[in-house]
C-alpha cells in the first residue's frame, strides 16, 4: 500500500493533472453539431501537439524547474513542499505562470480563437492558487486534492459542451481523485479536511471558471 500510495501521488502530481486534461481533450474524439467550435479534435495535428506543448512547459516544466531550484538553494527542504509555511512562495510561483500561460494564449491564439475552456484552465490556476495562499495561513490545504479537483471539473464542464464524448473519462478522472486522495491520506501527509477541502474548492472553482466563460 505504500509503495502504491507513493506511485499515485507521482502519477497524479498537481502539476501535471491540467495536462492529462489538455491531452484528452486534444485526442480523445469529441464534437459538437453546434456553430461554436468546442473541439479541437479534428484540428491538424501539428496545431495540437504545439498547443499541448505551451500548456506543458508553463504548468509542468517551468515551475517544476524552479522548484528544484528553490530546493537545491534551500528555499523549500522538499520537491514535493510537505511543510505549510514553505508553501507562499511555490504557490505565488504557481499563479504567475498561469497568468503567463493566459496571456500568452490570448496573445499567440488571439482571445476567442480557441474552444473557450483553454482560457478558461490557466484562469483556474489563478483562482486555485489564489484562494490556496489565503487558506494556508491556517491549514496546510492539499495541493493534490486541488490537481484532482482541476482535472475532474475541466471535464465535466468540458463534456457537457459536446454532444458525443466518452463519460469514461470523467469516471476515470473521477477514480483519480479517489486513488489520489487515498493515498495522501495513507500516506498521512493531510488530514481528511486538508484533502477534501483542497478537492471540494478546486473542482468547484474550476467547474464554475469554465461555466462562465462557455
Not at 493531510?190 to 478546486?202: D, I, K, N, S
Amino acid at each position: 500500500m505504500k509503495f502504491l500510495s507513493h506511485f499515485f501521488s507521482w502519477v497524479f502530481l498537481p502539476l501535471l493533472m491540467p495536462s492529462y486534461g489538455i491531452l484528452i481533450s486534444l485526442f480523445v474524439p469529441a464534437y459538437s453539431t453546434d456553430l461554436e467550435m468546442t473541439s479541437l479534435y479534428f484540428a491538424p495535428i501539428e496545431s495540437k501537439w504545439a498547443l499541448f506543448t505551451i500548456f506543458f512547459l508553463f504548468s509542468v516544466v517551468a515551475p517544476g524547474v524552479s522548484f528544484v531550484l528553490l530546493h537545491r538553494f534551500k528555499v523549500i527542504s522538499t520537491i514535493d513542499i510537505e511543510r505549510q509555511g514553505e508553501r507562499s512562495l511555490p504557490l505565488v510561483i504557481m499563479l504567475v505562470y498561469s497568468l503567463v500561460l493566459f496571456f500568452l494564449l490570448v496573445y499567440k491564439a488571439g482571445e476567442g480563437t480557441l474552444p473557450r475552456y483553454f482560457y478558461a484552465l490557466p484562469l483556474s490556476g489563478v483562482a486555485v492558487t489564489s484562494i490556496f495562499l489565503l487558506i494556508n495561513r491556517w491549514i496546510k490545504i492539499s495541493l493534490h486534492g486541488a490537481g484532482a479537483g482541476i482535472l475532474l471539473g475541466f471535464l465535466i464542464v468540458f463534456t457537457r459542451a459536446q454532444d458525443h464524448f466518452s463519460l469514461v473519462w470523467v469516471l476515470s478522472a473521477l477514480l483519480a481523485a479517489g486513488l489520489t486522495m487515498a493515498a495522501r491520506l495513507y500516506l498521512r501527509k493531510h488530514t481528511p479536511l486538508e484533502v477534501y477541502t483542497g478537492f471540494t474548492l478546486a473542482l468547484l472553482l474550476t467547474a464554475g471558471i469554465h461555466q462562465y466563460l462557455s
